[in-house]
């Protein structure tokens, strides 16, 4: 008997979530056949088998969160006797308890089936379903005991996506609050109480996703444990404006997709951090004596979804043209969009862009993304007065800040960084050389 334990897939992973089982108690296995979906921190990623054998209990339900090296389920290669495919298994999703009852950790199963709550009917885990649903509609049906046979998926392939269950989940909301509001205080979720002062704010408790929860831990510790400062500094961009225009005149004609000020100031902040490679770099930790210096220019691009901030990377920025640059950017976009990226997309940054410009945002801070040293917060670009010569004119102007480990870079190299960011952005044609 071999046990399938919960796989590091990331290098910041601490615990997963099953997403979808691909493979039942009962069924065949074969080396690389896909067993289960398992949403990390980062992603929902495969995890494919290493051997050969019979599924011989499932441990962890779709949807619950465990830490790396749990046992989450266990294949019979026929070695060793074999245990009993009920035995140290969770109930199948057909078999789960009524939403109300308590979530514990399973011994053993009965050998005749737990009856299924009246109040909905049961979704299978069944081919069809797979096939046709996300990972995140699945998880949602099952928590709110909805239907999905009758759902039109809109999604690519006929696929069920989030937005083709909204009216359901709205009504299961409105049925849930209804049941909570009759039944007796005892009988109500943990959840669905509240405190005094969150009643008179109107709060309601809402689940954070896996990816979510992570974030929020992993920016707590860096806001912290690392020492930011802050360094801002303003550009005039009324060339780099001329320039795009010019650029994208000309893409349109020829078929190409336009160039964003996000791709120039990507472009931009390659070709600085090629002059200062010491704000490429990682602190390692309190007892080395050494800091990392990246020798490639990895750009991270902040952008957000609907499990929260993703960052995937443009591997050797400074490389890349100006196109190059766009068109990789707007392939990362989709893939995030679409909920496909993988760790590989979101691996080995160097430095980090967040850009909140097309938000109207003028100005604003980020927290460095670890183990990064810095990381680039742009704000809008916007038509201000300024002097030239003895005239006032309006120019384009941007605002940017830099968020810094005090820890291996000091105001004075920030400041260069920033003062060259400036000239290059204020003289953008060696952006296109």
Known sequence: MIEITMP????????????????????????????????????????????????AAVLVREGETVAIGTPI????????????????????????????????????????????????????????????ASPLVRRLAREHHLDLRAVTGTGPGGRIIRSDIEELLAASATTASVATASAPPEMRRPSAQVTSAEQKRGSRPVPMSNPRRVIARRLGESARTIPHFFVTSVADVEDLVRLRTEMNEHLVTTGQPKISFNDLVIRAVALTLRAHPQVNASYVDDDSPTMLIHDRINIGMAVASDNGLVVPVIEDADQMSLVQISARARELAGLADAKRLTIDHMSGGTFTISNLGMFGVEQFTAIINPPEGAILAVGSTAREPVGVGDDVVLHHRMRFTMSSDHRIIDGALAAQFLQTLGEILEHPYSLVL
């Open 8 to 55: 590091r897939l990331s290098d910041t992973m601490e615990e997963g979530s099953i997403a979808v089982w691909r493979k039942q108690p009962g069924d065949h296995v074969e080396p690389g056949d896909i067993i289960v979906e398992i949403e990390t921190d980062k992603a929902t990623m495969e995890y494919e088998a290493y051997d050969a054998g019979t599924l």
């Open 73 to 132: 389920a266990l294949l019979d290669d026929g070695r060793t006797s074999a245990l009993a495919p009920a035995a140290s298994a969770v109930p199948t999703p057909a078999s789960e308890p009524d939403v109300g009852t308590a979530t514990v950790a399973v011994a053993t199963v009965p050998s005749t089936p737990a009856p299924v709550s009246p109040r909905a009917p049961a979704v299978a885990d069944t081919d069809f379903h797979a096939r046709t």
